[in-house]
């Protein structure tokens, strides 16, 4: 069995300790040292010094993987499932690797939206500047013309973008059980106008522009041939700190900065953005609302923010396993009403399909989706 070097370190402190312990009292100072020793190791840093690269493949084809004609993921030469421990004992190299993975069945799900599903990815702010960050959602073409029908898709907190319910059912089970091309395909054979919200991409990441401290030494009127000097020296010492900084830690990250989108920049935010400039706007007389988890406390938010207009436009309402709490999110008793009689949340539960599922909360019928609904 091979141990890692920052795990010998550890080893040896911890052995170190215990012989002390066994000591007399005299013995007590070189406890303390040790211990001290011990509290001031980063073990994350120290960790991250065992690691490979965190360099990882920017294509499936690159992790040696692909989706099969029933949807499933698996190893190209193995026809194996994908496996999360790839190098024991590295677990944060391994969730890293698997975060990269996640990040290109992301855009391949966005792939299949567009070709599959012969849906448009609209660009929002719609008034966003050239410069500025953007988000942006997918609509069938008849979307906003269809004049009876429009349905409109939105999924939970977390990693998920449009058109998936759960990256990790994408990756261990298949395309079917944790996208929603089967909804949104069904739908549209159905005649249905088509609206997939993106409610989690609510800003950019971009990395922090290192700031410059000028020397208070350096000044307008010192010699050129001075400044030029201390700039060749000072260059130099960043480029020795550079590399031994490499060296000490190998896998130090680049430091991220946020840019919120905006009107965008929260689930709620960007549910009633896409209501105000393009649910609002539809042609359809009858629009129905699907929504995972907490884009069932999107939707209620939304419903308090334009009660009216919900009601006037939204005939129903399918929750699966929402986190919405009517009394948290302070929704009047009106909406609570429309609630029992236009919205049913399926939870999950071992009871048979449309079973009643008791509920503390004075809103929408809850019934069993006969299964986990984890998505």
């Not at 029933?70 to 030469?77: D, E, N, P």
């Not at 719609?126 to 953007?134: F, G, L, N, W, Y």
Request: charged share 30%.
């Amino acid at each position: 069995m091979s141990i890692s070097l920052s795990s010998l370190i550890l080893l040896t402190i911890w052995i170190s300790m215990a012989q002390i312990q066994q000591g007399g009292p005299d013995e007590k100072e070189k406890t303390t040292a040790l211990k001290d020793l011990l509290s001031r190791i980063d073990l994350d840093e120290l960790m991250k010094k065992d690691e490979p690269p965190l360099d990882f493949p920017d294509t499936l084809e690159g992790f040696e993987y692909a989706f099969n004609e029933k949807g499933q993921l698996r190893h190209i030469k193995t026809g194996e499932p994908f496996v999360f421990n790839y190098r024991e004992d590295l677990h944060r190299w391994n969730q890293k690797r698997y975060e990269a993975l996640g990040e290109i069945i992301t855009k391949y799900v966005y792939e299949l939206l567009e070709k599959d599903c012969n849906l448009k990815k609209i660009s929002i702010p719609v008034d966003a500047t050239e410069s500025e960050p953007k988000s942006f959602i997918f609509m069938s073409e008849d979307a906003l013309t269809n004049p009876q029908k429009l349905m409109v898709l939105i999924h939970g907190s977390g990693v998920v973008r449009a058109g998936q319910w759960a990256r990790r059912l994408i990756i261990n089970e298949d395309l079917d059980s944790g996208t929603q091309i089967p909804f949104i395909k069904r739908a549209m054979d159905e005649g249905y106008g088509v609206i997939v919200l993106n409610p989690n991409e609510n800003y950019i990441e971009v990395e922090k522009p290192k700031i410059h401290v000028q020397s208070s030494s350096e000044s307008a009127d010192e010699p050129a041939e001075k400044r030029e000097r201390k700039d060749k020296v000072s260059k130099e010492t960043k480029k020795r700190r550079d590399f031994y900084e490499k060296y000490r830690n190998p896998q130090r990250e680049k430091e991220m900065m946020q840019l919120y989108i905006r009107e965008n920049g929260s689930p709620e935010e960007h549910a009633l953005y896409v209501w105000d400039h393009f649910i609002a706007q539809s042609a359809a007389e009858n629009v129905f609302f699907v929504a995972h988890s907490y884009g069932g406390l999107a939707f209620v938010e939304l419903m308090i923010q334009r009660e009216a207009d919900v009601k006037s436009k939204v005939t129903a309402v399918a929750l699966t396993d929402s986190v919405h709490n009517v009394w948290h999110q302070e929704a009047g008793k009106t909406i609570r009403e429309w609630m029992r009689e236009n919205c049913c949340n399926w939870v999950s539960s071992s009871e048979p399909l449309d079973t009643s599922v008791e509920s503390m909360l004075p809103d929408c019928p809850r019934v069993s989706a006969a299964c986990s609904t984890e998505m």
